[in-house]
């Protein structure tokens, strides 16, 4: 798959499709659940190494009685679940588009993918904490109605930011088949312009994954954590593929795909 432009296709007369966020989360939570077990897993095998890089951190924030300032220790667990989960993308997305993967894969992706992913994360947090930052700062600060505005701005500009954040990693994943390649720069440039183009489909898909989040995080569903992050890729990694469709990057598929079973001798 070559390189792509969001603003046109190479058939300047064909009306692109128009993306459905429904059929994209029926076609996610679908796929979730026929692949419960790796879900599971993935999930769980994550978890496990984001405790243990955060137990380190506690530790070591302990001995050293840094107080505040110990929070950076955190940063490593954080970036070990974001690295590992760009693993578990890599093969949700192999599934996805019918590559049948095994558990390796997952593995696979993370050494392919940890260099890019992690530059990403240092700036999807570069980028969070300032504009969050500034919010606060300007919100909380004099009571002028410049502060106010700026704050306001610097509120919106998160959101908008966070928004775009949600294609982060299946676009990483993605651009290993584009010319351009898994680059920090191009994904937060490609998720920009899916944004910008599709404002109604992302922010459902948004609110979607924000309230799957919660869902998870409520005491009466705390056993619901196990398929976050599993599920959370399905949905996210079917919905970029229903813009590609969109844009003439991959086409599309019947919702049912028939198998015909073993060939005949």
């Known amino acids: 798959m070559c390189g792509y432009n969001i603003a046109m296709t190479d058939e300047k007369d064909r009306q692109p499709a128009r993306p459905s966020l429904a059929r994209a989360l029926r076609k996610g939570f679908r ?6 077990g790796y879900v599971v897993f993935a999930t769980f095998a994550v978890f496990l190494v984001t405790s243990a890089f955060f137990a380190t951190g506690a530790a ?4 050293a009685r840094l107080g505040v300032g110990g929070i950076m220790l955190y940063l490593p667990a954080v970036c070990a679940a974001w690295i590992s989960a760009a693993g578990v993308f890599y093969h949700v997305d192999k599934s996805v588009y019918h590559e049948y993967p095994s558990l390796v894969d997952t593995w696979t992706g993370i050494k392919t993918l940890a260099w890019p992913a992690a530059k990403l994360f240092v700036l999807d947090l570069a980028v969070t ?3 969050l ?13 410049a502060f106010a505005i700026f704050g306001v701005a610097c509120g919106y500009a998160a959101l908008v930011w966070m928004m775009t954040a949600t294609y982060h990693l299946p676009l990483l994943v993605a651009q290993l088949r584009m010319e351009s390649g898994p ?12 944004t910008l183009d599709n404002p109604g489909f992302t922010v459902g898909l ?4 924000i309230a799957l989040a919660i869902l998870c995080a409520v ?3 705390i056993g619901a954590a196990v398929f976050y992050l599993g599920a959370a890729a399905f ?13 003439g990057i991959v086409e599309e598929e019947p919702e049912v795909i028939e198998d015909d079973g073993w060939p005949r001798s």
Do not use: C, M, Q, W
């Open 219 to 221: 005491p009466a569903f």
């Open 129 to 131: 904490t300032l504009l």
């Open 133 to 145: 930052g500034d919010a606060v700062f300007f919100l909380t600060g004099r009571r002028n109605p």
């Open 183 to 194: 680059r920090p720069f191009v994904v937060v440039r490609k998720s920009f312009l899916l």
């Open 60 to 63: 070591l924030a302990r001995e």
């Open 206 to 209: 948004f609110v979607v994954i």
């Open 31 to 36: 796929a979730a659940y026929d692949n419960l």
């Open 235 to 247: 949905v996210l990694t079917h919905a970029l593929r229903e813009l590609f469709v969109k844009y």
